[in-house]
């Protein structure tokens, strides 16, 4: 099924049966250097032929997205790998072995055929082969491997949903291809295999908990936070404010009890003020909480719920139009370290611990 919206071709497709010619038109698009948004298991990405730099720059310039801020890679299969990653080191091939297809990226040193416009001068890629059997179907099909970002303006929350991507980009790419809702709700963990013991540069599906078990020892990377002013990043996610809903953010964190307290606190100061008030909690938290707006992004006992739904609970706050959001942490362990990272980039600072 298909349909027009701001000159945006958004076509429907099946996600468990990804064939037909809705995917042959968009993998004709991508090999002729068009922009194609799609599923993903994680979120939406924003396609291009990654071997094709003029393509790739389409995408920073869709996103509004900085020149610095490196791409991902996506392939459909590990005889792919050959062409964008100079070197597989023995730990890297043990983890495409355990979580590939998935949610987890690895920084290889890059061939000579990825231009420079996909890492932004850096000599290393990121590379994953995602489980989402629409992106795996596109990819094979169009016969190159697609350099993706998440499908949004730069800086606001990832999209889940094709709703998510138009509401962004209708206008911006070429074509939208609908699978449905994504599944794991935050983007792939992101690890850089050029250096032992590796690093890990972005939480996400994969947990570090997952990863030591495999391979041990991992390090975090001490610019997870932010890159240093003037550092290339050399991950997406690590520079720039990310994931920001229209009204400013304020996370809390600290044990539940004393970060509910904090939040009422908070609630109450804002409305006496006549401000406009959004609480984003788990569901065990609900009835702790007045406000004018009150959303569930899942419970703490299945932190994955978390992070399934936190990206369109962001935006959801938009469409209520609140004029400040407090948001509750969570604990960092298991994927629950992939949900504070999101949450703490779209706080831009704004954290209260208690």
Not at 200 to 212: A, I, K, M, S
Not at 290 to 301: H, K, P
Request: proline letters at 8%; a negative charge.
């Amino acid at each position: 099924m298909e349909n027009l919206v701001k000159g945006t071709k958004v076509l429907v497709v099946d996600a468990a049966h990804p064939d037909g010619a809705e995917l042959a038109e968009a993998a004709q698009v991508l090999r002729s250097g068009g922009l194609v948004a799609f599923p993903t298991e994680t979120v939406y990405g924003l396609g291009a032929n990654a071997l094709d730099g003029q393509a790739v720059a389409r995408i920073f310039a869709a996103k509004g997205r900085p020149q610095d801020n490196p791409l991902i890679v996506h392939v459909a299969d590990r005889e792919a790998v050959s062409q964008v990653a100079a070197v597989v080191p023995p730990k890297a091939q043990q983890l495409m072995e355990r979580f590939w297809p998935g949610p987890l990226t690895l920084v290889l040193p890059k061939t000579p055929e990825v231009p420079e416009e996909v890492t932004c001068g850096l000599q290393s890629v990121g590379i994953r082969m995602p489980s989402h059997p629409v992106a795996r179907a596109l990819i094979r099909a169009a016969g190159v491997p697609v350099a993706a970002p998440s499908a949004n303006l730069s800086g606001r929350p990832s999209p889940t949903s094709a709703e998510h991507v138009i509401e962004d980009l209708a206008g911006r790419v070429d074509v939208i291809l609908d699978g449905g809702e994504t599944g794991v709700g935050v983007e792939s963990t992101v690890l850089d295999m050029t250096v032992d013991p590796p690093v890990l540069l972005r939480p996400g599906g994969v947990t570090v908990e997952q990863l030591t078990a495999e391979i041990g020892p991992v390090n975090l990377d001490k610019a997870m936070a932010g890159a240093a002013p003037g550092e290339k990043p050399r991950s997406p996610g690590m520079k720039y404010k990310h994931y920001a809903p229209k009204a400013p953010l304020i996370l809390v964190d600290g044990p539940v009890l004393a970060m509910q307290a904090k939040i009422r606190d908070l609630s109450y100061e804002y409305r006496e003020e006549g401000r406009r008030v959004g609480i984003m909690c788990c569901a065990e938290s609900r009835g702790a909480y007045q406000a004018d707006v009150i959303l569930e992004y899942g419970s703490r006992a299945q932190p994955e719920t978390l992070a399934c739904d936190l990206f369109a609970t962001l935006r959801a706050f938009d469409r209520h139009q609140v004029d400040v959001i407090l948001a509750e942490g969570v604990s960092t362990a298991g994927i629950g370290l992939a949900v504070m990272n999101r949450l703490m980039r779209a706080a831009a600072g704004r954290v209260v611990h208690v």
